[in-house]
Structures are given as C-alpha cells and as structure tokens.
C-alpha cells in the first residue's frame, strides 16, 4: 500500500510539472517591450536565435544567453554540440532547462516582434558527428517577416565558387576589455584555407563569437562556429538532421517531448522503488 501511494504522489508530481511546462513557456516580448518603450530594428539575419538557461535567465533578461544557432524548421534550431552540454556537471542539458530566443538582434533588452519558446527534445549527435539539433514546442509561423528559416547547405565546396559574400552573425564579446555585446553582430568574412576543416577570416582579436554562431551565404547555412575561426561544416550533417526532424514541424517536437516526460517519469519511479526496498 505504501508502494501504491508513492507512485501516485510521484504521477501527481509529474503531471502538474507537466502542466505548468506547458502553460505560458512561449510568449512575445510585446507587453514588456511596450512598458519599457523599447522598439524593434529589422534583422538581417532572422534565422538567428539565442539559446539561453532557464535558470539564469530569471535573473535579468539576456543573462542566460550561452549560444547562438539558426532555425532551419518551424520548429528546429540547429547549434554547436558543445553548446547544449554542461561541463560543470559532465552531462547535457534537460530540454527544460533550455530557451530559445527568435526574432531579435538584442542580447539584453526584450523587442516586439521576439519570441522565446521552449525546447521539447535535443538530438545529441553521433560521435563522428558535432552539431545538436533543439526541436521547439511550437512551430514558428511562416508569417513572421522577422523569424525566417534558413536553408541547410548541401554543397559546400559548390557555394565556394560563387562571388555571394559570407556572414557570419553573433552576440559575444567585443574590444580589448572583452564587453557583452548587446546588439547583433553581422560580419562579412572570406574562407581561410585549413585543410578538410570550414575556417574563415576575421578579425578574432577584436571579437570573441559565440559558439554556434551561424556563417552563411545566399541565404543558406554553411556552418556553426566551434572554436575560433573554426566552423561546422553543415552540409556533412544533412542527412543525419534531416532523418531526425522529418518534416521540421511541432508535430515531431511534441512527440519527443512527451516520450522524454514518460522516461524521466519511469527513472523517477524507479529511484523512488530502491528507496523503499532499502
């Protein structure tokens, strides 16, 4: 009987945790923009987010800002592996743990037309593979003029003979004194030849990018910095993206999300059984 009990407190526990996950975790910055008269600029790059912790974030808006990435779905955000991985605890990142910050070039002050949305699900890569994927909790609607996909390169070394220029967007730091930048950088920059490895030039004693900062091209993804002027080349990850999302949609996210609330749910009432058996 005792057993009986503390599973049903534990399945009470979770669905109200459930719950609330599910109520409000994505909101514009609308409301809090307009009290703080804070307008909105267009973005150049409106594939841009910024992946944030949740737990710092409460703080102070822009606090939690630890990566960049680039949405590629409705409801997918790609970064850099290392970024969803927490070195202090030696394990990645819970999907709860994550939010993710659309539609504005501002680091540190909320705008009109941003989003934050939830993470559902994070596909960690193969070991010969380095980028995560995030699927959202919500598609990204296809109306929004400044959240805009962007497309997944499928040939590099094609995109190299073209005369488009390459970008790269990032927060990060800036200047000799390492300041936050507040406003998103956009820089153009020139291949740098490193062997079988994607690297650019640009000037990394005035900037410190982010990891998981996108460089792109004619509006496609070409890669996702790792370290210095080092990128992930994304063309060698397409196949293994485009078997884990399907078609880019909530529907997919939704799918993951709950079979990881029934996992965690399972781990929880499996810990909790030892216990009473000690």
């Known amino acids: 009987m005792q057993l009986n009990d503390q599973i049903k407190r534990i399945l009470k526990i979770m669905i109200f945790a459930f719950l609330c996950a599910e109520m409000q975790t994505t909101y514009t910055h609308s409301e809090v923009a307009k009290k703080r008269r804070i307008g909105s600029s267009a973005s150049a790059a409106p594939y841009q987010a910024s992946i944030r912790l949740l737990d710092q974030e409460l703080d102070y808006f822009g606090k939690g800002h630890i990566c960049s990435g680039a949405l590629v779905a409705p409801s997918v ?16 990142y819970h999907p709860a743990e994550l ?13 009109a037309h941003g989003q934050v949305l939830g993470v559902t699900h994070v596909h960690k890569p193969p070991k010969q593979l380095s980028l ?9 609607s296809a109306h929004l003029t400044r959240i805009q996909p962007i497309a997944l390169s499928v040939d590099t070394a094609q995109l190299e ?4 220029p390459w970008h ?6 800036a200047g000799e004194d390492g300041h936050e930048v507040h406003e998103l950088l956009r820089l153009c920059v020139k291949r740098s030849p490193c062997g079988q490895q994607l690297c650019v030039k640009y000037d990394e004693q005035a900037y410190e990018l982010d990891a998981g ?30 078997s884990q999302i399907g078609d880019g949609s909530n529907q997919n996210s939704s799918i993951w999300g709950i079979l990881g609330l029934l996992a965690f749910t399972l781990y929880v009432i499996k810990c909790s059984c030892k216990r009473l058996n000690v």
């Open 168 to 173: 790269i967007s990032s927060w990060g730091l």
């Open 132 to 140: 995560a994927i995030l699927m959202l909790e919500q598609d990204v």
């Open 77 to 92: 955000v790609l970064t850099v592996a290392q970024c969803v991985y927490d070195q202090d605890n030696m394990r990645f």
């Open 99 to 111: 939010r993710v910050v659309l539609g504005s070039t501002q680091r540190f002050s909320p705008t």
């Open 213 to 242: 900062a996108p460089l792109t091209t004619a509006n496609q993804l070409l890669g996702l910095r790792s370290q210095s002027s080092v990128f992930v080349d994304v063309a060698s990850h397409v196949d293994w993206i485009r």
């Open 161 to 164: 003979t073209t005369s488009e």
